[in-house]
Every structure is written in structure tokens, then in C-alpha cells.
């Protein structure tokens, strides 16, 4: 396990599951977010695919990675790249209850965000929740492809 893709649903536990293994391997973890959206000093800018994917290959060259996030179509080379690749399987009703929660977090400034919390991104989240339990066979149907390297798992702490 020396690259390592996790990927799921928002609020699956992918960034608790990737701080988790990087710390127990000492293998560097990478948020997906934060290679699409760029912190600059004038505020966040989205990278074209382009662009995030030339990130990506820099970060290959060091060597052994892990990276964290949703099923996007502008880094699907990682799929190929990695060796291993993590379907975090939350159920629906945990993931909604943590959706909320977090956003709980973020308003009385108990958890930090890269992005504005407010109702427009609550709302978002529930849609991308709701968009991918729709399109659920589809991203199953590209997991098959990949079947010799994909371990499910239903709670981050599984592993």
C-alpha cells in the first residue's frame, strides 16, 4: 500500500480515515479539495483539470502518497495510479447526520473549513449526497474495473 486513493461520498470519514493510515505508514496524505480549489492569496481559485492533474503528477514523482476525496472527473488517472483504492461506504443516514453536524461545528467555529459555511453549502451537500446515491450504479460500475485494488469499507475505522 504505497499509493493510496480514498474515495467516497462528502462527510464519509475520508479525511479522518486518511489522516488515520498516513499517520500509521508515514506515507503523505493530500485533499482532493485542495488540489482542485488553490489557495491564493486573493482566495480560493479553481484549477482546470488540467492543472490539477499536472499537480497530481508532481506529487507522484515523491514517491508513496495517499489521496482523499469524491469521485471527480478531472483526476480520474488516480484510479489508475494508485495500488490501492478505499471505498468508504458510509451509510446514508450516518453521512446526513454528520453533514449537519459538521456544519454545527463549522457556525460556532469548533472545525475549520476551506470554504464558506453557510445554508447554499448545506444545501449543496445534501444535493451531492442525494446525486450520488442516484448515480450510485454508475460509480459501482467503475469500481468493477477495478476490483483487484478496491477495498470497501462501511465505517472508517474498519481498517
Not at 494508485?82 to 467555529?109: C, E, H, S
Amino acid at each position: 500500500m504505497n499509493k493510496v486513493l480514498i474515495i467516497g461520498i462528502v462527510a464519509s470519514g475520508k479525511t479522518t480515515l486518511a489522516k488515520r493510515l498516513s499517520n500509521k505508514t508515514n506515507i503523505p496524505w493530500y485533499e482532493l479539495d485542495a488540489i482542485v480549489y488553490h489557495q491564493t492569496p486573493e482566495g480560493r481559485r479553481k484549477r482546470s483539470p488540467e492543472e490539477q492533474v499536472a499537480v497530481i503528477m508532481e506529487i507522484d514523482q515523491d514517491g508513496a502518497w495517499i489521496f482523499e476525496g469524491t469521485d471527480r472527473e478531472s483526476y480520474q488517472c488516480l484510479y489508475e495510479m494508485a495500488d490501492t483504492i478505499i471505498f468508504l461506504d458510509t451509510p446514508l443516514w450516518k453521512r446526513k447526520i454528520r453533514i449537519f453536524v459538521r456544519f454545527l461545528k463549522q457556525k460556532m467555529g469548533i472545525e475549520k473549513c476551506h470554504y464558506k459555511s453557510d445554508i447554499r453549502m448545506l444545501k449543496k451537500m445534501y444535493q451531492w449526497t442525494q446525486d450520488f446515491e442516484n448515480n450510485r450504479y454508475e460509480f459501482e460500475a467503475k469500481l468493477l474495473l477495478y476490483q483487484n485494488k478496491v477495498i470497501r469499507l462501511y465505517e472508517n475505522k474498519e481498517l
